[in-house]
């Protein structure tokens, strides 16, 4: 459930219209609701409740750090993947104590910022990693708190591009190779193995996947157990999939996830953490833009709108639907048409839908693109020299910019000519 909803023929995030932002924003612009942020961190922390946990949030999937000033004040704690989303946290008010750091290519130089602002724990993914973090941690006469990313070699059932719990993903270390590796950490000057992590892919619609992942888990922890080491942390990744269309059958709930959870693990008495990021952001988060034509084409007809992959590049990059809107509401009955739909970007990949039934939508109007929150802004880029698409944050009946629209000036400072051309 979310926040965006047809009020007096408009629709509205929480109090205010959309229109009325677009109005006084231009558009395209993303928009986010602050009592959906909420609601869904809370519905996490209610499923693992009365577990000791702490519910991290992947930052890459919305890193603005006014969301996050949002989260953090919660309660949250951050899931980060470099060092700009860790300064991120900070910047937004987040104690290191709160931030796990995961990633497959952390630098020294990440390391070392993390290790002098403050670390909860660094999830490892390989063997090189773990060596070049405990020679930077015991340069600094520290010792990092670890855990190791376990690959379980579980079928996620996802995108291909965002399953990374198979053995042939880039990510984490065989689970077949773990008793060896907590070895190695016992035995290096500067790290200290406090959990277990797993993070098997993202968007998974169902929760087997989760269950035969958890299961590795627990066994793996009861081997390290009795290998003598500490196992007091169990990190469980993000990845719960969130309803993208309101008729396609609903992914599992928090609540479910959190139960398997607890029928898995709950029994070791270690602190659950886990790092959602899309079922917190996903569908706390819209991208309004406006119709610049209507061309009629031999068999269709395109609407051409003002955002375009380089502002959400979902459906271009994984073939992903998301439900368009039409800003004000059509009446009950009215007329629709298969539109595509399509940005004004040179290439043919710039399509966010075909033959989508839609109101008879005309220049000018405004729509909305549903579930747009995670992997939206944070993904947006310049492409075509078109400025980064701006952020706005509603609580109850007010908004505020939170990322403004760059000018042309901003953009064109950045380059630099030499002066010997
Ligand atoms: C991407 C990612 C997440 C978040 O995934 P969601 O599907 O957005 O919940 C959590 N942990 C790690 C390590 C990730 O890479």
Known sequence: ????????????????????????????????????????????????????????????????????????????????????????????????E?????????????????????????????EPEMRALSEVAAS???????????????????????????????????????????????????????????????????????????DKVADLTAALRADGHTIRRLDLGGGLGIPYTRSNEAPPLPLDYGALIKEKLGHLGCEIEIEPGRLISGNSGVLVSRVIYVKNG?????????????????????GAHHDIVAVAEPAPGAPTQPFDVVGPICETGDTFAKARDLPLLAEGDLVA?????????????????????????VRDDHFAVIRARPDYDEMLKRDIVPEWL
């Open 298 to 318: 031999e068999g269709r007809d395109f609407l051409i709108l003002d955002a375009a992959m380089n502002d959400l590049v979902r459906p271009s990059m994984y």
């Open 369 to 393: 693109f549903r579930s747009a929150g995670a992997y939206g802004a944070v993904m947006a880029n310049e492409y075509n020299s078109r400025p980064l698409v701006p952020e706005v944050l």
């Open 1 to 96: 459930m979310d926040h965006f909803l047809y009020r007096n023929g408009s629709l509205h995030a929480e109090d205010v219209a959309l229109s009325e932002i677009a109005a006084s924003v231009g558009t395209p612009f993303y928009c986010y609701s602050a009592a959906t942020l909420t609601r869904h961190y809370q519905l996490f922390k209610e499923a693992l409740s009365p577990l000791d946990n702490l519910v991290c949030f992947a930052i890459k999937s919305l890193s603005n750090v006014a969301v996050l000033k949002l989260l953090g004040d919660l309660g949250a704690g951050m899931d980060v993947v470099s060092v700009g989303e860790y300064l991120r946290a900070r910047a937004a008010g987040v104690p290191g």
């Open 98 to 126: 709160r931030i796990v750091f995961s990633g497959v290519g952390k630098t020294r130089e990440e390391m070392r910022t993390a290790l002098e602002g403050g670390i909860r724990q660094f999830n490892l993914e390989s």
């Open 140 to 214: 600094m006469g520290l010792r990092a708190p670890v855990t190791v990313r376990v690959n379980p070699d579980v079928d996620a059932k996802t995108h291909e591009k965002i399953a990374t719990g198979k053995s042939e993903n880039k990510f984490g270390i065989p689970i077949a190779r773990a008793r060896e590796v907590y070895a190695e950490i016992a035995r290096l000057p500067g790290l200290e193995a406090v959990g277990i992590d797993v993070h098997i892919g993202s968007q998974l619609t169902e929760l087997e996947p989760f269950g035969q992942a958890f």
